[in-house]
């Protein structure tokens, strides 16, 4: 497994990592190694098991999108997961780094999403459509320098490239993101979206979980902004 990727949580039933922007959670028609085949290699060798390894995938972050990511390491967990997600019982909580400053501190975003298929990419608009699906999430300003803002978003829906269409309307593209009115790529390809924290009950145990995922250490603004909240 790749040394870049660890392993934030993990027991029987569950197990959470931190994926390094540039590699899908699943395999997609680049053909490129995924994180959940690249995990599932980990477990087998790891584990000495002989068959096949089961790991189901309980959400996905965009590829350019470091952060932690969910996977299930039985069905019984899965289909429970799978229920949570759908009642929005798993919290997410992601940090993102604009290069403009929003007009409010903190706000609701209220849009509906519209997806286009043919470019992978999604439409934020004002009113409901046929087709559109409605995008909400809270955002606060966190910390700031002469050049950024950095947001913390709270998801309180799951749409496609959701946060990154949404600060895009108001005027906040993420730093990296050319899709959504970036004016430059970030060097290594990725944009400044990180998922940075998730919270939920155990599927099985019932406990509470919460891990938080250290953003990108070889990022000097990633470093310079994660220590500021210390």
């Known amino acids: 497994m790749s040394k870049k990727i660890n392993i934030l949580y993990e027991d029987n039933h569950i197990m959470i990592v931190n994926k390094p922007a540039g590699i899908p959670v699943q395999a997609d028609n680049t053909g490129d190694p995924s994180l959940k085949e690249e995990l599932k290699e980990f477990i087998k060798d790891r584990d000495e098991k002989p068959g096949n390894v089961y790991l189901g995938v309980v959400h996905?972050?965009?590829?350019?999108?470091?952060?932690?990511?969910?996977?299930?390491?039985?069905?019984?967990?899965?289909?429970?997961?799978n229920e949570m997600v759908k009642n929005r019982e798993i919290k997410?909580?992601?940090?993102?780094?604009?290069?403009?400053?929003?007009?409010?501190?903190?706000?609701?975003?209220?849009?509906?999403?519209?997806?286009?298929?043919?470019?992978?990419?999604?439409?934020?608009?004002?009113?409901?459509?046929?087709?559109?699906?409605?995008?909400?999430?809270?955002?606060?300003?966190?910390?700031?320098?002469?050049?950024?803002?950095?947001?913390?978003?709270?998801?309180?829906?799951?749409?496609?490239?959701?946060?990154?269409?949404?600060?895009?309307?108001?005027?906040?593209?993420?730093?990296?993101?050319?899709k959504y009115g970036a004016q430059r790529s970030n060097k290594d390809g990725s944009i400044s979206l990180h998922a940075?924290?998730?919270?939920?009950?155990?599927?099985?145990?019932?406990?509470?979980?919460?891990?938080?995922?250290?953003?990108?250490?070889?990022?000097?603004?990633?470093r310079y902004f994660e220590k500021s909240q210390e």
């Not at 009950?201 to 953003?215: E, G, L, Q, R, Y």
């Open 60 to 81: 996905r972050i965009d590829r350019p999108v470091s952060g932690a990511v969910l996977f299930a390491k039985t069905s019984k967990a899965l289909v429970r997961l």
């Open 92 to 178: 997410k909580t992601y940090w993102a780094i604009t290069y403009i400053r929003p007009e409010k501190m903190e706000d609701t975003l209220v849009h509906y999403i519209l997806r286009d298929g043919k470019t992978n990419k999604s439409r934020c608009v004002h009113s409901p459509g046929k087709e559109t699906k409605e995008a909400k999430l809270t955002y606060k300003v966190i910390a700031g320098s002469d050049n950024f803002t950095m947001l913390e978003v709270d998801l309180l829906t799951g749409r496609h490239h959701q946060i990154r269409c949404q600060l895009a309307k108001i005027g906040c593209p993420i730093k990296g993101d050319l």
């Open 196 to 222: 940075r924290r998730l919270e939920f009950s155990h599927p099985v145990k019932k406990d509470k979980i919460i891990v938080t995922a250290p953003t990108p250490q070889e990022d000097n603004l990633w």
